[in-house]
């Protein structure tokens, strides 16, 4: 034991956290993008694994056809949103439950982006294309600061669209969708536009990350809706912890970004202890099950009995305190007053 923890070194530790938190904050535009179809449209939405890696092969592809690397962001941004409308489709048109939906979308993506790169992987040129997300040690500040910017930028269009009166009815019908239809509300319109911006954010995310890691794979987004649920979860949590009833929209989407930089530098931390990268998926899934359940036992340990008991037992103390002080004034100050009596 005393061995393994002497082959720890910190410094490595030190040195692989920039990395991770470059990383966590790519992956935290693709954690807003499923926030915003977990929780704002309450759907279920599988598409991610496939859009994501959808977003990464339009992205590499259309730089080594000599595109602007900057502006393929974008091509990558509206690969996410065809993505998006076709689950929508295959949801509100044809009547597909809206995991099966997903889940057809994301399979049929895999071929999609094998033909797009014509093979499983596709590279980068180094040295020969200047990207602005990279994981060169030289550069890798002025990525987090960048990466740092579209995050902030995300969040503020994400506030603002949200407060319109389309973002309204988009909200409107993920919190009711019976009622909102009763409103007048087109509910399978608002469930397609709200799967096409999830999953154009997180076809951005996909490219952004083949630009920084300098290749895109067809299964570079397998497990990503369980790493996108985890940085939802820990933002959740962490911003409940926190803040509490001070917590607004604002602050919750921030603590999503947060949530994938947390993740990740658990990922960072799990690997610098030394345990197998074969378990990080095993290890993932204990972290998403861990943050799951905190708010659940929690709420259990508030409204069980035996914490009705403490509650009860603390607001008796509290109560009887302040009455015992005064007595004790009262007590002391006739105390005082008998004294004083017979002294004279």
């Given at each position: 034991?005393?061995?393994?923890?002497?082959?720890?070194?910190?410094?490595?530790?030190w040195n692989a956290a920039p990395?991770?938190?470059?990383?966590?904050?790519?992956?935290?535009?693709?954690?807003?993008?499923?926030?915003?179809?977990?929780?704002?449209?309450?759907?279920?939405?599988?598409?991610?694994?496939?859009?994501?890696?959808?977003?990464?092969?339009?992205?590499?592809?259309?730089?080594?056809?000599?595109?602007?690397?900057?502006?393929?962001?974008?091509?990558?941004?509206?690969?996410?949103?065809?993505?998006?409308?076709?689950?929508?489709?295959?949801?509100?048109?044809?009547?597909?439950?809206?995991?099966?939906?997903?889940?057809?979308?994301?399979?049929?993506?895999?071929?999609?982006?094998?033909n797009i790169m014509g093979k499983?992987?596709?590279?980068?040129?180094?040295?020969?294309?200047?990207?602005?997300?990279?994981?060169?040690?030289?550069?890798?500040?002025?990525?987090?600061?960048?990466?740092?910017?579209?995050?902030?930028?995300?969040?503020?269009?994400?506030?603002?669209?949200?407060?319109?009166?389309?973002?309204?009815?988009?909200?409107?019908?993920?919190?009711?969708?019976?009622?909102?239809?009763?409103?007048?509300?087109?509910?399978?319109?608002?469930?397609?536009?709200?799967?096409?911006?999830?999953?154009?954010?997180?076809?951005?995310?996909?490219?952004?990350?083949?630009?920084?890691?300098?290749?895109?794979?067809?299964?570079?987004?397998?497990?990503?809706?369980?790493?996108?649920?985890?940085?939802?979860?820990?933002?959740?949590?962490?911003?409940?912890?926190?803040?509490?009833?001070?917590?607004?929209?604002?602050?919750?989407?921030?603590?999503?970004?947060?949530?994938?930089?947390?993740?990740?530098?658990?990922?960072?931390?799990?690997?610098?202890?030394?345990?197998?990268?074969?378990?990080?998926?095993?290890?993932?899934?204990?972290?998403?099950?861990?943050?799951l359940a905190v708010p659940y036992?929690?709420?259990?340990?508030?409204?069980?009995?035996?914490?009705?008991?403490?509650?009860?037992?603390?607001?008796?103390?509290?109560?009887?305190?302040?009455?015992?002080?005064?007595?004790?004034?009262?007590?002391?100050?006739?105390?005082?007053?008998?004294?004083?009596?017979?002294?004279?």
């Open positions: 034991m005393g061995a393994y923890f002497a082959s720890l070194n910190p410094v490595a530790l990395g991770g938190f470059a990383q966590g904050l790519i992956w935290g535009i693709m954690a807003l993008g499923v926030y915003f179809t977990f929780r704002i449209l309450n759907f279920a939405d599988m598409t991610v694994d496939g859009s994501f890696a959808l977003g990464g092969a339009t992205a590499v592809m259309l730089i080594l056809k000599g595109y602007n690397p900057q502006v393929v962001l974008l091509c990558s941004f509206c690969a996410g949103l065809l993505a998006g409308l076709t689950t929508g489709i295959l949801h509100t048109v044809l009547g597909i439950p809206d995991i099966l939906a997903g889940i057809l979308t994301q399979i049929s993506l895999y071929s999609i982006n094998l499983s992987n596709q590279a980068i040129p180094v040295g020969q294309v200047k990207v602005f997300f990279t994981s060169n040690i030289r550069y890798l500040a002025q990525t987090i600061a960048l990466t740092l910017v579209v995050d902030v930028v995300i969040i503020a269009l994400y506030y603002c669209f949200l407060g319109t009166e389309l973002g309204c009815a988009v909200r409107a019908t993920g919190i009711n969708p019976n009622m909102s239809r009763a409103q007048g509300i087109n509910t399978n319109k608002m469930k397609v536009i709200g799967l096409m911006i999830g999953n154009g954010l997180v076809a951005l995310s996909g490219g952004v990350l083949s630009e920084y890691q300098g290749f895109a794979d067809v299964k570079m987004g397998q497990g990503a809706i369980v790493i996108g649920l985890a940085a939802v979860i820990i933002g959740e949590v962490l911003s409940q912890a926190m803040f509490g009833k001070r917590l607004d929209f604002k602050l919750r989407l921030s603590f999503t970004v947060i949530g994938a930089c947390v993740y990740y530098f658990v990922y960072v931390f799990v690997l610098w202890l030394k345990f197998p990268a074969d378990d990080m998926k095993l290890l993932t899934a204990i972290v998403v099950a861990a943050f036992l929690r709420e259990q340990r508030v409204s069980s009995f035996s914490g009705l008991v403490k509650r009860n037992a603390k607001l008796e103390a509290e109560k009887l305190q302040p009455q015992t002080d005064v007595d004790d004034i009262f007590i002391g100050g006739g105390k005082s007053e008998k004294k004083g009596e017979e002294a004279k």
